[in-house]
């Protein structure tokens, strides 16, 4: 019954800007710390950025001063502003959402972002 579903990603050119949603449900949200990973081939999965429940973000050095993550409570929305993209940001963009001290770790299904020209 937990779900969440990204949208938002596509095509996008060098310098361009894009924006995901993760639209969750089945949670009580607000109690969530909320995540968006990334996965190219052949690579690992990594942290791109974190919104915890108490509204602080972490992000990765790779994308500091160019993304931003957000959330409206709400509307159990958690948001990828990706501004300035590269190439190298071409992957899979996963949502998550996790607890402190609760070993269910939630994941939507991707979206694929592509950076080219």
């Known amino acids: 019954q937990v779900q969440l579903v990204e949208s938002g990603g596509g095509l996008v050119q060098p310098g361009g800007s894009l924006r995901l949603s993760c639209a969750a449900s089945?949670?009580?949200?607000?109690?969530?710390?909320m995540g968006w990973y990334r996965q190219a081939p052949g690579n690992q999965r990594e942290l791109v950025a974190l919104?915890?429940?108490?509204?602080?973000?972490n992000y990765a050095d790779s994308v500091k001063g160019r993304f931003t993550i957000s959330r409206d409570n709400a509307k159990n929305m958690v948001y990828l502003q990706m501004n300035s993209l590269k190439p190298e940001d071409t992957a899979v963009y996963y949502c998550?959402?996790?607890?402190?001290?609760?070993?269910?770790?939630?994941w939507g299904q991707g979206t694929q972002v592509t950076v080219s020209s």
């Open positions: 089945g949670i009580i949200f607000n109690w969530y710390h």
């Open positions: 998550n959402a996790a607890r402190s001290g609760d070993p269910r770790n939630y």
């Open positions: 919104i915890r429940s108490g509204g602080s973000n």
